[in-house]
């Protein structure tokens, strides 16, 4: 290769100061990947115990009603209120606004806190019916 030599080198992550805002962005990625293979997952486990009649369908309850269960359920819940909430700040910095160094960083702390205060909220008017 002629010249590789002279190319630059791309920064490597020792070289990045860790912020709030590339958390929030590895958060996205993270939390949709979770909600893509857990959060299918459930979705076809709840779906086919559904299909299977009362014992498949009890069998699901059953699992989802134990700690484990909910400790899924809860997760699941939180990363769609992530995703969702790091999705809204993207599409704000895709038209252009929020670039701002202040609010940027208010926003990616904002986001996660946001997303957990909703997930509280789902899952305090679940629990305490």
């Known amino acids: 290769m002629a010249g590789a030599k002279n190319r630059p080198l791309s920064p490597h992550l020792q070289i990045w100061r860790w912020g709030p805002a ?3 962005s ?3 990625r993270v939390t949709g990947n979770g909600l893509a293979l857990v959060g299918l997952g459930v979705l076809l486990w709840w779906l086919g115990a ?3 009649g009362e014992a498949s369908y009890l069998t699901f309850t059953r699992h989802m009603g134990e700690w484990y269960g909910q400790v899924v359920l809860i997760g699941l819940t939180w990363a769609f209120f992530n995703h969702m909430m790091s999705g809204l700040r993207h599409f704000v910095l ?3 606004a929020g670039f701002e160094l202040n609010s940027n960083a208010f926003w990616s702390v904002a ?6 205060a909703l997930t509280v909220a789902v899952w305090a008017t679940i629990l305490l019916r």
């Not at 986001?111 to 957990?116: H, K, N, S, T």
Request: glycine share 12%; net charge negative.
């Open 111 to 116: 986001a996660p806190l946001v997303a957990i």
């Open 94 to 96: 895709d038209i252009g």
């Open 22 to 24: 590339m958390l929030v």
């Open 26 to 28: 590895i958060l996205h």
């Open 50 to 52: 559904l299909a299977g």
